[in-house]
Each structure stands twice: as structure tokens, then as C-alpha cells.
Nanobody, 127 residues
């Protein structure tokens, strides 16, 4: 059974940090790109970061570049999203997804090419 399970969300003050985890199982982790998306109430889903497990390349949206970093732990089949300098506008439900596409295509298509999705984890940043 294919699963992507996010964890690590919560409530944090502006300027704080959180680390989200996306634990993958049931598919060949090394053959997929894993991306993070977020969706705030009333807003469209936004692709924010991606890591290609086949070559280690990463992609970041301008809105998070310099503040967020994504990394893969191949031993644990887990991708992390390290979020620093959080802002109230980062408040959203965060989802991870997997696709056999290049990161730039995966993210700019808002995940329409994703093969698998996680259930999401809420991140709330207070001002």
C-alpha cells in the first residue's frame, strides 16, 4: 500500500521554526520527486519546494526561498521541510506529494502530475 504521511505541523509564533516530515512507503522512493504544497483557506494550492530523489536537485518557490529547505533521508524514506523565519502568511495546510517528474514541472503545475498525496498537516503562524 502506498502511503505518504506528513507530521510536524503545529502552532508557532512569527519568526519561529518548524520541521515537517513526509514518510513514504509502498513505492520506490529513490525514483520519485517529493514536493511540498500548501493551501490556505480561500486560496489556490501553492507548490513551495521539491527534491528529486534520483539526482538530489531541489526547487523552491520565491515565497519560501531562503527560509525553507527540503532534504531527503534515503535510509528512512522520509523527506523533511525545514521552515525558518515563519510568517503569518505561511499559515496553511501543508501536503507532500510524489511524482515521477522533474521538480520544476511538478511544482509549477501545482501538483497535477502527482501520483501520490499525503493527508496534510496544519501549520499556523501567529503574529
Amino acid at each position: 500500500e502506498v502511503q505518504l504521511v506528513e507530521s510536524g505541523g503545529g502552532l508557532v509564533q512569527a519568526g519561529g521554526s518548524l520541521r515537517l516530515s513526509c514518510a513514504a512507503s509502498g513505492f520506490s522512493f529513490a525514483d520519485y520527486a517529493i514536493a511540498w504544497f500548501r493551501q490556505a483557506p480561500g486560496k489556490a494550492r501553492e507548490g513551495i519546494s521539491c527534491v528529486s530523489n534520483s539526482d538530489g536537485s531541489t526547487y523552491y518557490a520565491d515565497s519560501v526561498k531562503g527560509r525553507f529547505m527540503t532534504s531527503s533521508d534515503y535510509a528512512k524514506n522520509t523527506v523533511y521541510l525545514h521552515m525558518n523565519s515563519l510568517k503569518p502568511e505561511d499559515t496553511a495546510i501543508y501536503y507532500c506529494a510524489a511524482a515521477q517528474w522533474e521538480c520544476n514541472i511538478f511544482v509549477v503545475t501545482s501538483g497535477s502530475v502527482a501520483g501520490y498525496w499525503g493527508q496534510g498537516t496544519q501549520v499556523t503562524v501567529s503574529s
